[in-house]
T-cell receptor, first 111, second 117 residues
Framework: DAKTTQPPSMDCAEGRAANLPCNHS???????VYWYRQIHSQGPQYIIH?????ETNEMASLIITEDRKSSTLILPHATLRDTAVYYC????????????WGLGTSLAVNP | DAMVIQNPRYQVTQFGKPVTLSCSQT?????MYWYQQKSSQAPKLLFH???????NEADTPDNFQSRRPNTSFCFLDIRSPGLGDAAMYLC????????????????FGPGTRLLVL
């Protein structure tokens, strides 16, 4: 599975959009991009995933570049409760269920 | 609400004393996973069950075992805990399919933090 690189930490003002980048330059055509987040002392929470088209759900938007070598997770109106570690994961389509986790981005949303 | 439940949230054991961590789910998912997460690290997959089929990761120590008596429950047994096994243990589930085109989102429980004295 392709490796991902993310900035170790980011800050965002409450109410503003948080844009979290992820680089996955070695991604192959059958690999999806997943985003999870983990609030301190809790289990990881699924946010969104995509293959090549941009995706949006009630939590966030996922923008994948045309060459699929990078993506951005967008939290449109960050709140204090969005403070967490955000993991970008590339996962192969099919029977391989293993999620290859990077170190993630620690997002701090400030009042 | 349908969910993944882990009890207890905190478990203290003694060095070398066997310990069992529990996970149950109301999602009726056929795949269940156990992860180990040490401080400031990403979760590390130990093994998973696809239905009753057990799939061990190559680098999971023999000290770690698992049982899945039915769809809803899965247990993690640590036969002889060492100080290095102190960690958060996460259970997750997904709806698996033998169809190679399917994708599976994993849903996690809150975790059990294990302390080894």
């Amino acid at each position: 599975d392709a490796k991902t690189t993310q900035p170790p930490s980011m800050d965002c003002a409450e109410g503003r959009a948080a844009n979290l980048p992820c680089n996955h330059s070695t991604i192959s055509g059958n690999e999806y991009v997943y985003w999870y987040r983990q609030i301190h002392s809790q289990g990881p929470q699924y946010i969104i995933h995509g293959l090549k088209n941009n995706e949006t759900n009630e939590m966030a938007s996922l923008i994948i570049t045309e060459d699929r070598k990078s993506s951005t997770l967008i939290l449109p109106h960050a709140t204090l409760r969005d403070t967490a570690v955000y993991y970008c994961i590339v996962r192969r389509r099919g029977n391989n269920r293993k999620l290859i986790w990077g170190l993630g981005t620690s997002l701090a949303v400030n009042p | 609400d349908a969910m993944v439940i882990q009890n207890p949230r905190y478990q203290v054991t003694q060095f070398g004393k066997p310990v069992t961590l529990s996970c149950s789910q109301t999602l009726n998912h056929n795949v269940m996973y156990w992860y180990q997460q040490k401080s400031s690290q990403a979760p590390k997959l130990l093994f998973h069950y696809y239905d009753k089929d057990f799939n061990n990761e190559a680098d999971t120590p023999d000290n770690f075992q698992s049982r899945r008596p039915n769809t809803s429950f899965c247990f993690l047994d640590i036969r002889s805990p060492g100080l290095g096994d102190a960690a958060m243990y996460l259970c997750a589930t997904s709806r698996g399919s033998r169809d190679s085109l399917s994708q599976e989102t994993q849903y996690f429980g809150p975790g059990t933090r294990l302390l080894v004295l």
